[in-house]
């Protein structure tokens, strides 16, 4: 449900704004999500299929890429560092692997360090 939400997100803040964006990236740390995404023509359950049909009706499968929970800025909180260690990291300017390109176009998939 989350990548559902940041889909909703996503498309929300392209409508409203008046800036014209070239490419949007859609990031989730779920293997399974990214798996659903790719397999478009294979039968999911119903729950899954609806969900894959949503996120494809204001997304294409190219925008969605994997990232590995460890690199996960939305999971901090979750990942007992202490407020030294958060305030350390940049996210205004962008973190670090978001400046990277992507290794590999076929398993749409950011390097890991």
Not at 13 to 27: C, N, R, V, Y
Not at 82 to 89: G, K, T
Not at 98 to 104: C, M, Y
């Amino acid at each position: 449900m989350a990548a559902v939400t940041g889909n909703r997100l996503k498309d929300a803040i392209i409508k409203e704004h008046s800036l014209h964006f070239h490419k949007t990236f859609m990031w989730s740390d779920s293997a399974a999500v990214i798996q659903w995404i790719r397999s478009i023509n294979v039968k999911q359950p119903t729950f899954v299929a609806n969900r894959v049909a949503e996120k494809l009706e204001i997304s294409t499968v190219d925008e969605w890429h994997y990232i590995a929970v460890v690199k996960d800025p939305a999971d901090l909180g979750t990942k007992g560092i202490s407020f030294d260690d958060v305030s350390r990291i940049n996210c205004i300017e962008g973190l670090e692997w978001l400046k990277q390109p992507i290794v590999s176009e076929e398993d749409n998939q950011h390097p890991v360090e």
